[in-house]
Nanobody
Framework: QAQLVESGGGLVQAGGSLRLSCTTSETIFSKSNLGWFRQTPGTEREFVAA????????YYADPVKGRFTISRDNAENTVYLQMDSLIPEDTAVYYC???????????????????WGQGTQVTVSS
């Protein structure tokens, strides 16, 4: 059973924007470092962005730098991924994940995350 719940995916034209949301329990959220990954059929899950538990440092994969923004609202136990200037290559299932402790390889290594959502589909048409 997914511990995190994503929403906000959908179909958008190239150049458009979407905002993904991910909520979880306060127990998981409060001290967890959070990340977004994406996956297309036949490929491994790919790191997109991450944010520390304090909301301070943020990290982005090169393909999304300058276009995506990760943020968190600790009062709402929610992490967001604002996606602007979308391109067809951004089409994927997007997953949020929580890492209660920081292990070597975080934030890019998906195995450093303990909790995952069920994913939300993002489709960008050309």
């Amino acid at each position: 059973q997914a511990q995190l719940v994503e929403s906000g995916g959908g179909l958008v034209q190239a150049g458009g924007s979407l905002r993904l949301s991910c909520t979880t329990s306060e127990t998981i959220f409060s001290k967890s470092n959070l990340g977004w990954f994406r996956q297309t059929p036949g490929t491994e899950r790919e790191f997109v962005a991450a944010i520390s538990w304090s909301g301070g440092p943020t990290y982005y994969a090169d393909p999304v730098k300058g276009r995506f923004t990760i943020s968190r609202d600790n009062a709402e136990n929610t992490v967001y991924l604002q996606m602007d200037s979308l391109i067809p290559e951004d089409t994927a299932v997007y997953y949020c994940a929580a890492a209660p402790t920081v292990r070597k390889g975080w934030p890019e290594d998906s195995t450093t995350y303990f909790y995952w959502g069920q994913g939300t589909q993002v489709t960008v048409s050309s």
